[in-house]
């Protein structure tokens, strides 16, 4: 495993220019950006909460549109948004709500569950986990390199109001919560590592910290990409302590929403 995030730092740190133009950027935004999904639809419309279009937009021309190989998405965001409304509406009596991602990257996810906080006007805390510096000037692969080498901060400080709730861990999952010291995880969405392992002592950490009612949100359920996350799944659902529900926002990605029954 520290070997793959070894290969994952190197691959952020090592570029020297910006892997695509201006011009490139802006034409994948635009080809994506109106793209609906029906699942992440019928999920808000269930709950009643929808992120506002023009702030998520702006956040993903920032931080969700790179260079790849899969077709870009960011429905993700409004998946975790929704849910995490939801989730805060039917726990009034909460007075802190404490939120753990693994996988930070741009920092896209936490802005989405971090305004979720705002807009619900609670008080609460995201603790994100990423193997990348947060204080390193580096290519995002994202078209505000062409304004120069960024911290994820500098990316990121247009939402000031979100960053307020966001805690920057840095290092690989598995030593961070090691050392990390949190009473409880109302909320969790796990995007780092996709082998078995990992995702085990993730949500391990994150099960021991839950009551029922809370929820973990694993990202990229797909078997053909990464099988490891689906046989987990498969297992979790089998011990029947997380209530599970797939939701697609693409033909390739899907998302497992668990909630803790007991």
């Known amino acids: 495993m520290k070997t793959i995030l070894r290969k994952i730092k190197s691959f952020f740190l090592k570029e020297k220019y910006p892997l695509l133009s201006r011009d490139e950027y802006l034409r994948l935004f635009n080809e994506i950006k109106n ?3 029906q699942e992440v639809n019928r999920i808000e419309q269930l709950n009643g909460f929808f992120i506002e ?5 702006n956040l993903a021309l920032h931080t969700q549109i790179v260079k790849k190989k899969s077709k ?4 993700h965001g409004r998946l975790l948004y929704s849910v995490l409304r939801n989730y805060i509406k ?11 991602e693994t996988g930070t990257a741009r920092g896209f996810s ?4 971090s305004k979720a906080l705002n807009d619900s006007k609670k008080i609460g805390k995201v603790y994100t986990i990423d ?30 109001k979100e960053l307020e709730n966001i805690v920057f861990l840095t290092g690989d999952c598995q030593t961070v919560l090691k050392n990390f010291h949190l009473e409880r995880v109302n909320f969790a969405f796990l995007d780092a590592q996709h082998d078995y392992e990992s995702i085990m002592n993730e949500f391990n950490f994150i099960f021991k910290r839950q009551q029922k009612g809370d929820l973990i949100i694993f990202d990229d359920v797909n078997f053909i990409e990464f099988p490891e996350i689906s046989k987990f799944i498969n297992e979790l659902k089998s011990k029947k302590i997380y209530d599970i529900n797939i939701v697609s926002s693409s033909k390739n990605r899907s998302y497992c929403l668990a909630k803790k029954n007991k």
């Not at 279009?53 to 937009?57: A, F, L, Q, R, Y």
């Not at 936490?110 to 569950?113: A, L, Q, R």
């Open 35 to 37: 793209e609906k999904s």
């Open 53 to 57: 279009k023009n702030w998520i937009d």
């Open 72 to 75: 870009l998405n960011y429905h």
């Open 90 to 100: 039917e726990n009034p009596e909460l007075k802190l709500i404490n939120i753990l």
């Open 110 to 113: 936490s802005m989405c569950m």
């Open 131 to 160: 193997i990348i510096p947060n204080n390193q000037k580096i290519f995002w692969n994202c078209i505000d390199d062409w304004d120069g080498k960024k911290t994820r901060i500098d990316l990121l400080n247009k939402w000031k």
